[in-house]
Structure formats: structure tokens, C-alpha cells
């Protein structure tokens, strides 16, 4: 299974500018001759693969993009001025389709790859490129052409970089519905998440990252017992792992700690057991349902205590959204560092990395 991220954009590039026919006017100077100049070309829009960029978020909200005409010509030989291009960033990976006819006309696969999506008119010629020995006054000139046009379908076969995992009704469809723009089935019994369900998180307006909520799992999930064990393979691929457990109760007399301890450690033997690569990803614990503890700070002293767990943790509510902004913060900036260091070794292998003793870590 592949997760997808695409947007459908409907670019216009700018018209170019009309040419003038004008004549020079002076003060005994007579038969001036013709001084119309030339229209500015229609400004161009330009897709460039950025590996700053995660996700094609911004494209499914902004659907027109449209660059300016260029100035007409005016006269004493006065050419109009170009049109401002646009360049769209997109995800290195990006392929993009012609949205009528499917047909795939580009795939960014490197950073810094820049390419044509529509070309601006060309601007018109003024009359003075008319001028000849036959013509001295010519009143001919000719329009801007007109830009390009084209609906664009724009896909991003992605990875993505927070896996959530946990037991069944852990509240994993919950949260990412809470945090991002996936809108899963949600309900009140066990296995409602049938398939992977992925979604784009903003944390804001430059930033995103992909999160992927896969069915829950159960013990024997590594041999095939439950659903999870045919998405597992997918949170090899990404970068960080969300644990979610549910700390909430509906029995007075029931030991919380132990049985969230117990969910808690059979989760991980089962990652353990599929694969090595997945048990040594980074992992953070997310407390789930805390509005539904009496004394949420002490049942988390208490669980950690009992899993005996020193790393990152989270008390969140997905229902109400209590603590899911500042975990969404904490994923961004780890994310951010994460994709930092490994530009700064992409680029070391690539001979391109310039070591400057000022940005040196402490």
C-alpha cells in the first residue's frame, strides 16, 4: 500500500504586454520617425523540489496560482516591463500530472530542480521594428501573446514521519483527527481503524509533517494475529514513533498502572519481535484520556515508575485536544533538527558542505 499526498493547482502564466506605435514629437524635429516600443513579456510560473518541504498541504488551499501580465510598450522607446515569475515549492519526489489527461509530465527528484509549468506570453513588438527604407512611418505594431494555461495534478508519494501504534481504542483515530486534516472512522469498540489513514499536520504556516495511525495492535500481532501485522512494515519507514496508551478506567477496583504497564510492554515485545530496526526507533509515550483520571500527575509518576521509563512522554486528552498543540510543537522541532543533521551528512557526502566554526554545537 502506498500513502499518496496530492493537490490539483490550475496555473496561469501572465499575458505579455501590447507593443506601441508612437511617433517622435519634438520641437523642430520634424518627421521624428516612429519610437513605439515593445510589450514585457507575461511573467512565467516555475515548480522547484525543496527538501525543506514535507508535504503538498499548501497546494490544497491555494488551487489558483496566477503570475501578472507584462507592461505595454509606450513611446520614446519605452519597453514595458516584464511580469513577476512564481516559483511553487514542492516536495523533492513530486510528480506532476496534466489533471485532463493524466498524462505525468515532470518528476522532481532532486533538490534544487526547477521547472516550467507556464510560460509567459511573449510581449508585442512596437513600431519602430517596422521601420524601413519604403516604411518611414510605419503604424503597425502587434499584441502580447497570451500565457500559458494549464490544471495540474501534483502527487507525492510520501513516507510518513510520526507512526502512531498502540492497543485498539488506545485513541489513535482520535488524535489524529485532532491534529491533522484525516478524518478516519471513529468509534466506541475495538478495531474501527481497517486500513492505514495518513494526515498532514501544520504546525504553522511554513511548517507540516506527515503522521500515519495504523490498526491496533494486539499480542501475536508479529506472526498475523489482528490487523496490524500487515501495517507494521510501514512504521519501519518513518522516523519517530508515537505510543499511545490509554490511561483512562471504568473500574474503580481495576489496577490502571499494572494493566497499562502490561498493554504497554506487550506492544513493544511485539515490535521487538518483527523487526530490530523498528524496536530501536525513536519512541515517545502519549498518555491518552488524562481528562478521565482523578489524579493524572500521580498515575503518571506512578506508570513510569513501573515501566521504568526515562525518555520523552506526553499527557494528552485527543477528545478535548488538552496537550496535543505542545506535542504537535515537539514533533516539529525534533523533525526540524532530525532533517538538519541529515542535509549536513547528505551534503558532507556530496563534497558541498561548507564548515563554519560559528554554527558549531557547543
Known sequence: MKFVDEATIEVVAGKGGNGAASFRREKFIEKGGPNGGDGGRGGSIYAEADRNVNTLIDYRYARLHRARNGENGRGSDQYGAGGEDITLRVPVGTMIFDAETGEQLFDMKRHGERITLAQGGAGGLGNLHFKSSVNRAPRQFTY???GEHRKLRLELKVLADVGLLGMPNAGKSTLITRISNAKPRIADYPFTTLHPNLGVVRSSEAHSFVVADIPGLIEGASEGAGLGHLF??????????????????????EDIVAKVASEARAIVEELRLYSEELYAKPRWLVLNKLDMVSDPEDLKARLLKELNWEGPVFGISALTGVGTQDLVYQLQSWLDEESRKEHIEQDIADGTHIYDERFAPD
Open 232 to 253: 507494521l512494515r510501514h512504521l519501519t519507514r518513518t522516523r519517530i514513533l508515537l505510543h499511545l496508551l490509554d490511561v483512562s478506567s471504568l473500574d474503580p477496583d
Open 144 to 146: 502580447g501573446k497570451e
